[in-house]
């Protein structure tokens, strides 16, 4: 079964950090664009990172810009997203999501790690 | 690009059909994606590309629209599809998401 599985989640304090990891399974990871997308419990969805399947190119939404890193290791099957200087407002569960040549949509999600920021 | 939504919520019965409109603030072409979403678990792609069908999604789901206006429209809802939509852009390489639109039950 084509799968994603998230771990990493946590509870951290204000201004420290978490590293998020996705390991995929069952399908040819090196062809597949990823995403990190978040949401805060009751709210919406908000798109975080994206990365390539080389890793060559790499996109972040504004409110993560120079605090989060996207990364992939296409050997380990896995995608990471390396997040400092966590905020309270960065509370959320994140999903790592498969995309196809970034317009035709995300087709795999996995189930989520839950992140909470609190001190 | 800011994606718009209407409604954030609705009420409608079996068999209604139901439809949601998402506005992008430019014109993103016919990069547009809708998403399902249920209480606490991920969402799931139904349409991509404006109108093409995921794989496994039932007819009744249909996407359309170009430029700045798009529609989810489900021809007869049933009680499965009570749930959350979202829409999104691929147009640029910052994506986003609309608000979401809640379908409940009437």
């Known amino acids: 079964e084509v799968q994603l599985v998230e771990s990493g989640g946590g509870l951290v304090q204000p201004g420290g950090s978490l590293r998020l990891s996705c390991a995929a399974s069952?399908?040819?990871?090196?062809?597949?664009?990823m995403n990190w997308v978040r949401q805060v419990p009751g709210k919406g969805l908000e798109w975080v990172a994206y990365?390539?399947?080389?890793?060559?190119?790499?996109y972040y939404a504004d409110s993560v810009k120079g605090r989060f890193t996207i990364s992939r290791d296409n050997a380990k099957k896995s995608v990471y997203l390396q997040m400092n200087s966590l905020r309270v407002e960065d509370t959320a569960v994140f999903y790592c999501?498969?995309?196809?040549?970034?317009?035709?949509?995300?087709?795999?999600w996995g189930q989520g790690t839950t992140v909470t920021v609190s001190s | 690009i800011q994606m718009t939504q209407s409604p954030s919520s609705l009420s409608a019965s079996v068999g209604d059909r139901v439809t949601i409109t998402c506005r992008a603030s430019?014109?993103?072409?016919?990069?547009l994606n809708w998403y399902q979403q249920k209480p606490g678990k991920a969402p799931k792609l139904l349409v991509y590309?404006?109108?093409s069908l995921q794989s496994g999604v039932p007819s009744r789901f249909s996407g359309s629209g170009s430029g700045t206006d798009f529609t989810l429209t489900i021809s007869s809802l049933q009680p499965e599809d009570f749930a959350t939509y979202y829409c999104?852009?691929?147009?640029?390489?910052?994506?986003?998401f609309g608000g979401g639109t809640k379908v409940e039950i009437k």
């Open positions: 999501a498969r995309d196809r040549n970034m317009i035709l949509g995300m087709d795999v």
């Open positions: 069952e399908f040819i990871f090196s062809n597949y664009e």
């Open positions: 990365i390539s399947s080389s890793g060559s190119a790499i």
């Open positions: 430019q014109s993103i072409s016919g990069h």
């Open positions: 590309a404006t109108s």
């Open positions: 999104q852009q691929s147009y640029s390489s910052i994506l986003t």
